[in-house]
């Protein structure tokens, strides 16, 4: 069956492409490192792709706010190549600064771009977090997650604002609508209402969302440095069935086959 083509969308501070297109290689993808200046310049179209990824970093230095400039400029500059790419049913995943991208975009939660109504904020702690982290997946129609439901997924998380916040009306429903489709979690898979399983004090523990449709998924943890076993710092100890993150890679892969 022919690989579905992955563009990961990279820009000035994007630091997390390529283990996120090994990710996607490991799942039986074809990866392709796209720059957002390719984009604005015609020379590439997302068109051209079946799975958008922006993955994690800093891109522009986090100025201003963690990926508020990369949204401004996809906002501004490809607003209808993007909203034509979510419009198409294509799957979109927004990774760590990804996901903040989604938020700043609007693509997340409501899956229209400059239909902002969340944020990922400045964690509790006032400083950048990096641990391995319990994510519980809940029981949502995410293409990403599909067969997952219940599990407990072990990531790293490494952001500084990963606080998942919005009003009470939208949090409402973005519950009710199911979007939530990760929360943080206690070893034993309890909702993480207290630092550090939950590392930056996300309202109800949340830690990824998906749009209506299943197929934007935003999670602030790293499911792309988890896709080989000996990537998890217990391997030796710890008998994982499979890498935790490669489901995930996998599940978008199979989808964009069978669209
Ligand atoms: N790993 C990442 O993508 C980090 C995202 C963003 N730079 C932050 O610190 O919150």
Known sequence: MKKPRVCILRTDGTNCDRETAYAFERAGGEPHLVHVNQLRAGEKKLTEYQILVIPGG??????VHSGKILAV????????????????GKPVLGICNGFQVLVRTGLLPAARIGDIKTTLMHNNSGRFECRW??????????????????????????????KFYTDSQNLSKIEEGRQVVFR????????????????????????????PSGRVLG?????????????????????????????????????????
């Open 184 to 211: 943080y979690a206690t070893s034993n898979g309890e909702p993480a209402t207290v630092y550090p399983d939950n590392p930056n004090g996300s309202l109800n523990a949340i830690a990824g969302i998906c749009d």
């Open 58 to 63: 800093f891109s522009y230095g986090d100025d």
């Open 133 to 162: 982290v319990y994510l519980r997946v809940e029981n949502t129609s995410c293409i990403f997650t599909r067969g997952l439901a219940g599990r407990l997924l072990h990531f790293q998380a490494a952001h500084g604002e990963g």
């Open 73 to 88: 400029e996809l906002t501004s500059f490809l607003k209808e190549q993007l909203q034509e790419f979510v419009d198409r």
């Open 219 to 259: 999670l602030m943890p790293h499911p792309e440095r988890f896709v080989d076993l000996v990537q998890h710092p217990n391997w030796r100890r710890q008998q994982f069935r499979e890498p935790h993150g490669l489901p995930i890679f996998r599940n978008a892969v199979t989808f964009a086959q069978e669209m």
